[in-house]
């Protein structure tokens, strides 16, 4: 048993209380607990023991050799014991282990994200299936779709190009970062209004590249008059080939 204790996502805070093995199923059913005795309103962040009552989250895990591995997790609802607070009921949260609503486990979710990120969808399903790990081509795409960007600190130089949300239907812009060629953001048109709010909310930028479209240069005039507008190089030379043709 201390050895299943071990392969828990945390054994601080979860009791092992039984382990069965469905041979039809290919899968290790885990029961275990929350021993927390004290916890905090996601509201108001006040603390409490007082117990409202039971309940059973089945939530699937990383696989144990050639089983998939499936938590039954028993947590608890609490009162919350601040008069003042909006929440008067709510359920336990283990923020470490799994997410609130969740239905795989924080590290199984990082795992599959490692490998829609390394393989993509239908590869990343493939590979996930000769790993023991269930998933589809689209939970991986979903998971790499939630990674957040990075948080653009002191923006100095940027590039800005529409593309597909949907293709000859809907378009939005990308702005990415050209000093470290990282995505900062997508906005959710290509329109000169939503890239001008961009730039204002962001201000510092001084160069910025572009195609030639008449949107994006009174995009940038109005959000960063001061920034320098330059072609990509990309759009440079795909003129220049058009044009020689």
Not at 36 to 65: F, G
Not at 143 to 171: E, N, Q
């Amino acid at each position: 048993m201390e050895v299943l204790k071990s392969l828990l996502p945390d054994k601080n805070l979860l009791l092992l209380e039984s382990c069965n093995i469905d041979e039809e199923r290919r899968e290790v059913i885990v029961l275990v607990s929350s021993v927390q005795t004290a916890v905090k309103c996601p509201v108001c962040n006040e603390a409490t023991h007082k117990i409202h009552s039971h309940y059973e989250r089945k939530i699937a895990d990383l696989s144990w050799a050639n089983y998939g591995t499936l938590l039954q997790l028993r947590v608890r609802k609490f009162f919350c014991i601040n008069t003042e607070c909006k929440r008067r009921i709510f359920t336990e949260r283990l923020t470490d282990i799994v997410a609130p609503w969740a239905r795989r486990t924080m590290r199984l979710a990082s795992r599959l994200t490692a490998i829609g990120l390394a393989s993509g969808g239908a590869a990343g399903f493939r590979l996930s299936q000769k790993l023991g790990l269930n998933t589809s081509r689209n939970t991986l795409l979903n998971l790499v779709r939630r990674i957040p960007l990075p948080s653009p600190d002191s923006l100095k130089i940027i590039g800005v190009d529409d593309f597909c949300f949907r293709k000859c239907k809907t378009y939005g812009t990308i702005v990415v970062n050209l000093e470290n060629n990282q995505p900062v953001t997508l906005l959710k048109d290509r329109s000169s209004e939503t890239l001008s709010s961009w730039l204002k909310e962001n201000p510092g930028i001084q160069i910025v590249s572009r195609d030639r479209a008449k949107a994006y240069e009174k995009g940038i005039k109005e959000g960063a008059p001061d920034a320098i507008q330059v072609a990509d190089r990309f759009h440079l030379l795909q003129n220049f080939s058009s044009n020689a043709l």
